[in-house]
């Protein structure tokens, strides 16, 4: 059963256009339109940065202290604290701020969760700098010690995940599109049995000695089987075109698409089960709210994500392949647990059921 329902997906030439020519047609579309609205959308949404500073050693935090007076550069201000749990206790309450305790050859940074990757840099290269100052004006006081060179990355370590690369218009469509379509599979869900009652082989399969049960759950199979391999191509297909970088989380970026589309498929299948009538214009209503909160057709913020199914996709994803922060499954988890519950729902009602 779940090897027929495969092939028979496979040899559907609407699927083709449907689940890959649509998609990637919609990404070079989108792309190309608001490729300029994404190269300036970071310098739009640039918010100062509060450094909180403490110096520990006295004589140094003079120094310190008529460097930042006199450095003045964009979107950063400096503020002395008397300690390094002040400084913290300041960024925990307060948004894109930074906590930086400077000691003798070594500078330690805290920051917002908040900041992006303008911000980081920012941060990252003044205070780089501001550590080689130090060593030119204390070497110039001490003449007799040798100037050290330090690299920057030695003189500054920052303790929260550093955000790498932003995503270009073409790889945020690409992520936005492929999470849409999966939302998609609701109608192939909607109309799992539909032709086999149409077509009047749906009696003949019930005949045969398998349960329904068995039925219902081997059609799921064939569909879910489809699905990744859907998946599997659309991820090769934008890696070449857009230089997706699936490689930095590879298994769980699968998992969300995976997770995704298994939601879907059986919520369109319980749609139909319970709803038949109304189950389509239902869905199209579901899917628009959804892709729409999600972050399908333009970036939302987390707020509206959360109430969205593509949200719970999106917002991992681009921390998984733009970041370094530790990978969230818990939209993996939330969409597994809500598929198999559906599924187990469809069961008990078919089995139920005279007429299947």
Do not use: C
Request: glycine fraction near 6%; charge should be positive.
């Amino acid at each position: 059963m779940i090897k027929r329902i495969l092939l028979q997906d496979l040899r559907l030439k609407s699927n083709y256009i449907y689940f890959l020519i649509m998609p990637v047609s919609l990404m070079v579309i989108l792309g190309l339109v608001l490729q300029s609205v994404f190269a300036t959308q970071l310098d739009a949404t640039v918010n100062p940065v509060h450094v909180q500073y403490v110096v520990k050693d006295a004589q140094q935090a003079k120094l310190v202290k008529q460097l930042v007076t006199k450095t003045k550069v964009a979107h950063l201000d400096f503020t002395p604290r008397a300690s390094t749990k002040v400084a913290q206790a300041y960024v925990r309450n307060h948004a894109n701020t930074a906590a930086v305790t400077i000691e003798q050859a070594h500078i330690q940074v805290a920051t917002a969760k908040n900041l992006n990757d303008y911000q980081n840099a920012l941060l990252k290269g003044t205070l780089a700098e501001l550590a080689q100052t130090l060593g030119l004006v204390k070497t110039a006081i001490h003449y007799q010690r040798p100037i050290v060179t330090v690299k920057s990355a030695e003189l500054v370590t920052v303790n929260r995940a550093q955000v790498q690369r932003s995503a270009t218009s073409f790889q945020y469509y690409a992520l936005a599109m492929m999470g849409m379509f999966m939302l998609y599979f609701a109608e192939i869900g909607l109309d799992m049995f539909g032709k086999a009652r149409r077509q009047q082989t749906l009696a003949r399969e019930l005949l045969t000695p398998i349960s329904k049960g068995q039925l219902l759950n081997a059609t799921v199979a064939g569909h879910l089987l489809y699905g990744l391999l859907v998946i599997a191509v659309l991820m090769g297909i934008t890696a070449g075109l857009f230089q997706m970088p699936w490689l930095r989380a590879l298994p769980f970026a699968f998992a969300n698409f995976a997770s995704l589309m298994a939601l879907f498929l059986v919520l369109g299948l319980a749609l139909e089960t319970v709803a038949a009538q109304l189950g389509e214009g239902v869905m199209q209503i579901v899917i628009q709210l959804v892709a729409f909160l999600g972050g399908g057709y333009f970036p939302t913020s987390t707020t509206m994500m959360a109430f969205s199914p593509l949200g719970w996709v999106m917002g991992p994803l681009r921390s998984a392949l733009w970041t370094s922060n530790p990978l969230n499954w818990s939209g993996v988890w939330l969409s597994l647990s809500v598929t198999a519950g559906l599924l187990g729902l469809i069961n008990v009602v078919m089995r139920r059921r005279e007429v299947f």
